[in-house]
Nanobody, 124 residues
C-alpha cells in the first residue's frame, strides 16, 4: 500500500500561484508514476498532469501546458504541482495519485492510490 497526503491548497486571487505537494509513504521503494487530478463541484474528476519515476515521461492536460508544472523529488518521496496564473476555473479539489500499474497515464482508472485531496479556490 501507498499512502498519499496533499498539502498546499488554499485561497488565491486570480493571476496568483500555488504549489501543491504530495507526500508518499508506505511502499515508496517502488517507482510509481505520480499524477495530479482535480474535481470541481458537480463535475467529474479530470486529469491535470503526470510524471513517471525518472521524469522522462511527462503528460499535461492541454489547458495546463505552460501554466502547470509537475515535478518530483524521489529522495523525499514527494511530488509537486506548481500552478501559475490561476483563474476561477481552476477552483477544485486537487488529488494526488500513484499508479500501481507503472503506466504514466491521463486516465483515472490507471491509478490505484489516492490522497484525500486539497482544496484550491481562486477568487476573481
Amino acid at each position: 500500500q501507498v499512502q498519499l497526503v496533499e498539502y498546499g491548497g488554499g485561497l488565491v486571487q486570480a493571476g496568483g500561484s500555488l504549489r501543491l505537494s504530495c507526500a508518499a509513504s508506505g511502499r515508496t521503494s517502488i517507482t510509481f508514476p505520480m499524477a495530479w487530478f482535480r474535481q470541481a463541484t458537480g463535475k467529474e474528476r479530470e486529469f491535470v498532469a503526470a510524471m513517471n519515476w525518472s521524469g522522462g515521461r511527462v503528460l499535461y492536460v492541454d489547458s495546463g501546458k505552460g501554466r502547470f508544472t509537475i515535478s518530483r523529488d524521489n529522495a523525499k518521496n514527494t511530488a509537486y504541482l506548481q500552478m501559475n496564473n490561476l483563474n476561477p476555473e481552476h477552483t477544485a479539489v486537487y488529488y494526488c495519485a500513484a499508479a500501481g500499474s507503472m503506466r504514466t497515464s491521463e486516465y483515472v482508472d490507471e491509478y490505484d492510490f489516492w490522497g484525500q485531496g486539497t482544496q484550491v479556490t481562486v477568487s476573481s
